[in-house]
């Protein structure tokens, strides 16, 4: 009953727009006519005397004018009423995120039972008259749980597993407004709720792209085990937004198969694995990483210059290091100086930074100076009287900008 | 041929124009009604702070061309320093000013002169200097200072300069909203086949809104007749006309007070033609066209309904006229330097569709509608034209107005809401009567003016005096 309530209010708005719309063009036929039949009963028009001796030139602007007239009264009318329809539901709903909250509050402070969980689920579904409030509840729930640890995560568990609005999740992810798809798939997914993978596959079929990358997302957020491998059918339509929803939420998945995202020949799936390893042991893929730095693919260079920049490195490193760095953009050269921690030793890092000042552009050079003169501010005194001007100049300028 | 198949030929013509401007206005409305539907169920409800938490992410550089700012510079500054945005640098380019406006930076943000090499990439003016703070919390704001040399000049100074993915171009005394950043720069993520090498956004009349700490408090519909106008206008331009656009891929401009760019893109074209006043539309259009010619690849110039940046607009005659006039050349100058694209296939939809529509409806239509106007009244006072001809036809355009500009105002009501209230509807109904009688005739007297200064007029250079109030910022 309730999907075809949503289909209904779906329909409604655009089927009485029509209606007017047709009625109002019905108008043209209609009034230079003397009347019409409806339902067998003749329905005489007042205004035939006035329209009816209008030649076409005339009448047919005439009456457009007046669909026009009528159509701007209906325009500020529906305004008005948007306006206020707007103001109304964000009170509204502030009024009931308000309560939601101070109920919760009030509960989860003092000290219940699993029973009084059950009452005040019980309780909650009789006060809250809407799906909307029903589904605020419970996405506020979530987060608290998430937030929260011991009993107060315990409660909150229970008291989303006694609400029990999975037929109403369900309701909403078949709905055919899109708003509703999305607020459902968010919540299954932030629940990981595993029992509605079918609904979740439509939606991820949908033209829309909007649902289909929200559906992506749910669908990792309820499968902790998948190993990504079934991206490879999908990575042509996937996004730069896909990607980063990727990573965030399976960054420390377990039973990833990175050696085969690295070396797939997609650069989407490659960048993606080579992101993902940093998250995870990213020393096991070293050499991998270093065969990547000079891919066909401008963006998996990248990505593999970025991972490597988080391996520790050593001094045979160092080699790689400074050989590649040219091809990077400045974006990446710099993250390399904020990486230099990563070398096993000072001598190492030292040697980079030295080797930065002495052969990159002033920017490269200061922030490299900069970070020695953070760890060490008596190394930067040999660059004062150095043979290259540039690098003077870079030595005062820290100066000046330091002191 | 006798005079009366001459008059008919004639009224043909001015009726079959006629008849596409209308059919394209009535189309401009569905489009635009569907786009900004599809814009709404993807974006209402998503939740941009989680851009912020991602790991690739395009960098940002915003670019503020400042001319003769000192009494509002810090505060347009620090309103730039609230923006949300993971990787991101200011350049504000200071372009020869007269006043002390440099020197007020310098001392409010603690500026040392920095050597940085400036990349003469984009030939510009003389760059005199570049500053930093030495106080860490403005580490990703840098000064420029150069010889005067016009916006389109410093922005190419500043895309020089910067070194991240995108660009940001804005007027320095736009109010720019905190999360402006993150959605416009949603649309170059979510393409997958596509590249996006431009967004555009919204904008919106401050005139009269409350201002607090460099943020629209509260929004009110202008005390002021221009603004109020503008108001309007800007609706119909913007929620329906640039949406509508954006829908087909079809955009052919972007505000100079806020457009995103990718920086790769201007760069090949060689940044902002400093040769013309359009240089905002001038750079879209040859960006377009360097997509086309050279790379042939699938892009797309996007478009973001929602209302991210606002200005202050004309409160007077001579200011608007002026601006107008500036529009007008601006149009002009990008038409004649890229007619090649005019009807041409090898420029898919833009040359085919979006172009042609630019030159017979937003160039022509002032001047066909001026001599239309006077045609029409040729025909009345010599009797050829029935005065209740004349009076149908001129109610038929003037509630076809009316009801598009209130469709404007119906569609800002159901979407983002900004103005409230009956006494703003009361409002602008009149003005929508008033705009028709007074102020698109007006409108229309105004590009022609700009015709007849670029072609008869010696052509007039520059963008004239634009001055402004400034808001009357609150601070808490």
Redesign the interface.
């Known amino acids: 009953m309730k999907l075809i309530y949503l289909h209904i209010k779906y329909f409604t708005k655009r089927i009485l727009f029509l209606i007017l719309l047709l009625l109002l063009f019905s108008l043209f036929f209609i009034l230079n006519k003397q009347g019409f039949k409806l339902f067998d009963v003749f329905v005489p028009n007042p205004y035939f005397q006035i329209f009816g001796r209008m030649p076409n030139?005339?009448y047919y602007?005439?009456v457009?004018?007046?669909i026009?007239?009528i159509?701007?009264i209906f325009?500020?009318l529906?305004?008005?009423l948007?306006?206020e329809y707007?103001?109304n539901v964000i009170k509204k709903k502030k009024q009931i995120n308000k309560q939601i909250n101070e109920s919760i509050f009030e509960y989860l402070t003092k000290k219940s039972t699993a029973s009084d969980d059950r009452k005040y689920a019980q309780n909650l579904n009789k006060i809250l008259k809407t799906d909307y409030a029903k589904l605020i509840l419970l996405s506020k729930l979530r987060r608290i749980s998430l937030l929260t640890t011991n009993e107060v995560k315990l409660h909150c568990t229970s008291i989303i597993n006694e609400l029990n609005y999975n037929k109403l999740l369900r309701l909403y992810l078949k709905s055919p407004l899109?708003?509703d798809n999305?607020?459902a798939l968010r919540l299954v997914g932030d629940l990981k709720l595993t029992e509605f993978s079918p609904e979740i596959e439509t939606l991820f079929k949908s033209k829309?792209?909007?649902l289909k990358t929200e559906a992506l997302n749910t669908y990792l957020k309820t499968n902790p085990e998948t190993d990504l491998s079934f991206l490879d059918l999908h990575a042509?339509?996937?996004?730069?937004?896909d990607?980063?929803n990727i990573?965030?939420i399976t960054a420390h998945y377990k039973k990833i198969n990175y050696t085969k995202l690295i070396e797939s020949r997609t650069q989407f799936l490659s960048a993606l694995g080579l992101?993902l390893i940093i998250f995870n042991n990213p020393e096991n893929y070293k050499q991998l990483i270093i065969k990547l730095l000079d891919s066909e693919y401008n963006w998996v260079r990248e990505e593999a210059f970025l991972t490597f920049l988080e391996l520790k490195k050593n001094d045979s490193d160092f080699d790689i290091l400074t050989y590649k760095f040219e091809r990077f953009?400045?974006?990446l050269k710099i993250r390399a100086i904020d990486k230099v921690t990563n070398f096993s030793d000072k001598t190492s890092v030292n040697k980079f930074l030295n080797w930065l000042i002495e052969n990159n552009?002033?920017?490269i050079k200061f922030l490299a100076m900069k970070k020695i003169f953070e760890y060490d501010m008596s190394l930067i005194l040999k660059y004062k009287g150095h043979e290259n001007s540039d690098v003077r100049?870079?030595y005062n300028?820290l100066i000046?900008?330091n002191i | 041929m006798d005079s009366y198949s001459i008059i008919d030929i004639i009224n043909r013509i001015f009726f079959l124009y006629a008849c596409i401007i209308f059919l394209s206005y009535v189309v401009v409305a569905f489009m635009s009604v569907l786009e900004l539907r599809k814009y709404l169920?993807?974006n209402?409800?998503f939740d941009y702070t989680?851009?912020l938490?991602?790991?690739?992410?395009p960098?940002v550089s915003i670019i503020a061309p400042a001319y003769n700012e000192e009494k509002t510079i810090i505060e347009n500054i620090k309103c730039l320093l609230n923006i949300k945005y993971q990787?991101f640098e200011i350049i504000i380019v200071n372009d020869g000013s007269k006043d002390n406006s440099l020197e007020i930076i310098k001392e409010y943000f603690n500026l040392?002169k920095?050597?940085?090499?400036y990349p003469d990439t984009i030939p510009t003016k003389l760059v005199r200097g570049i500053y930093?703070s030495?106080n860490t919390s403005y580490t990703h704001l840098t000064i420029v200072d150069k010889e005067n040399g016009g916006k389109a000049d410093a922005l190419n100074v500043g895309i020089n300069l910067s070194?991240?993915d995108l660009f940001l171009a804005i007027d320095v005394d736009c109010i720019i909203e905190p999360d402006a950043v993150l959605k416009m720069v949603?649309p170059?993520?979510?393409?997958?086949?596509t590249e996006v090498i431009a967004s555009g956004g919204v904008i919106r009349v401050a005139n009269s809104c409350e201002i607090v700490n460099g943020r629209v408090e509260k929004v009110h519909f202008p005390k002021n007749i221009w603004a109020r106008f503008q108001v309007l206008e800007y609706f119909r331009a913007f929620t329906l006309g640039r949406m509508a656009w954006a829908r087909i891929n079809g955009l052919l401009i972007i505000s100079g007070a806020f457009g995103l760019f990718s920086r790769k893109r201007a760069l090949a074209v060689g940044g902002y033609d400093t040769n013309t006043v359009g240089e905002d539309l001038e750079l879209v259009v040859r960006m377009r066209r360097y997509m086309h010619e050279v790379e042939k690849k699938k892009h797309k110039v996007v478009f973001i309904p929602d209302p991210l940046c606002w200005t202050e607009v004309p409160e007077s005659f001579s200011i608007l006229s002026r601006q107008r006039n500036r529009w007008t050349r601006g149009g002009i100058e990008t038409i004649q330097k890229h007619k090649k694209m005019f009807m041409s296939p090898e420029f898919g939809l833009i040359g085919m569709v979006s172009f042609p529509y630019w030159v017979l409806f937003e160039w022509l239509a002032p001047i066909i509608e001026i001599i239309g106007i006077g045609y029409v009244i040729f025909m009345v006072i010599f009797n050829i034209l029935s005065f209740?001809?004349f009076i149908?036809?001129f109610?038929?355009v003037?509630?076809?107005a009316?009801?598009y500009s209130?469709?404007a105002?119906?569609y800002e009501?159901?979407t983002f809401?900004k103005?409230?209230?009956?006494s703003y509807?009361f409002n602008a109904?009149i003005i929508a009567i008033l705009e028709i009688l007074f102020y698109q005739p007006l409108n229309m007297f105004f590009s022609l003016s700009g015709n007849i200064d670029i072609f008869f007029g010696g052509k007039k250079k520059g963008w004239g005096e634009m001055t402004r109030k400034g808001f009357s910022n609150k601070s808490t």
């Not at chain 1, 042509?236 to 937004?241: D, E, F, K």
């Not at chain 2, 938490?53 to 992410?57: E, I």
């Not at chain 2, 103005?419 to 009956?422: E, L, N, T």
């Open positions: 030139m005339i602007p005439t457009a004018s007046i026009f007239l159509l701007t325009e500020i529906f305004s008005y948007y306006s707007s103001i899109t708003e999305l607020l829309n792209s909007t042509n339509s996937l996004s730069l937004l990607f980063n990573i965030n992101r953009p400045n974006s552009s002033i920017e100049k870079t300028q000046d900008y | 169920n993807k209402r409800n989680t851009l938490g991602f790991h690739k992410l960098s990787d040392i920095v050597d940085l090499i930093k030495t070194q991240k949603k170059f993520l979510e393409e997958s086949h209740k001809m149908t036809m109610a038929f003037f509630s076809f009316i009801l209130f469709f105002v119906l009501a159901y809401n103005y409230q209230g009956v509807l109904f």
